[in-house]
């Protein structure tokens, strides 16, 4: 396994389109978790899957932002009726979930602008 | 989330130490210490955790005040590679919780 994966790595969209994002994690972790990244600023999360339960959301996660994981394996990100705003790095990163320290795993991420 | 505070940016000649400091004066007992750091376009990379004691891995050590108000990433000798955003971050362990950014400090390193 060669680390998370993230699909596409860049996205130029219309505002008002939708677009959809896809993260896959290290095969072995459970733990998946979605960060939005803005230029200049440290990520900042937006939601995270425990298998397919999706346990807490950001308030940043506004109504036109879904995220699902079905089969507790690759997630993916929908943003509907894109605005300006909405340009940023989407970030993935997965974890196990252990009674030990584990470290988080990131993307390379996807990058979206919206024109 | 306990807030931490770090430089905006250090500079660094290659091949020499670099001491990357953290404030943390409101860290609550369980809180670890961790540091992630993101080179250009790419997504962030944990470099190192601790609690209460100092650590060593292949990649940095962390120096933990006794207080636990304070801790400084050492990188021992800075190469080009290092040059990127550092993260300090408090919380729980990182495995299973979510990490709080703030804006980091960007390392510059010189030839």
């Known amino acids: 396994d060669t680390g998370v994966s993230q699909d596409p790595r860049h996205k130029i969209t219309k505002r008002g389109q939708n677009v959809t994002f896809r993260c896959d994690p290290i095969s072995e972790h459970n733990r998946l978790y979605w960060y939005r990244q803005t230029l200049g600023q440290g990520p900042e999360f937006l939601t995270y899957f425990q298998n397919e339960a999706q346990l807490e959301k950001s308030r940043l996660l506004s109504d036109r932002f879904s995220a699902e994981r079905p089969k507790g394996s690759f997630s993916t990100l929908e943003i509907q009726r894109t605005e300006q705003g909405d340009s940023a790095m989407y970030l993935c990163?997965?974890?196990?979930?252990?009674?030990?320290?584990?470290?988080?795993?990131f993307g390379q991420g996807t990058r979206l602008t919206v024109v | 989330d306990a807030k931490t505070t770090q430089p905006n940016s250090m500079e660094s000649n290659e091949e020499e130490p670099v001491h990357l400091p953290c404030n943390h004066s409101t860290i609550s007992g369980t809180d670890y210490i961790h540091w992630y750091r993101q080179l250009p376009s790419q997504g962030p990379e944990y470099v190192i955790h601790?609690?209460?004691s100092n650590v060593n891995n292949r990649m940095a050590s962390l120096a933990i005040a006794e207080d636990r108000k304070s801790s400084t990433l050492i990188l021992h000798r800075a190469t080009l590679r290092d040059a990127a955003v550092y993260y300090c971050?408090?919380?729980?362990?990182?495995?299973?919780?979510?990490?709080?950014f703030g804006k980091g400090t960007m390392l510059l390193v010189s030839p």
């Open positions: 601790g609690l209460t």
């Open positions: 971050i408090l919380g729980l362990n990182s495995g299973y919780s979510t990490l709080t």
């Open positions: 990163a997965s974890s196990t979930h252990r009674d030990t320290h584990t470290e988080a795993f």
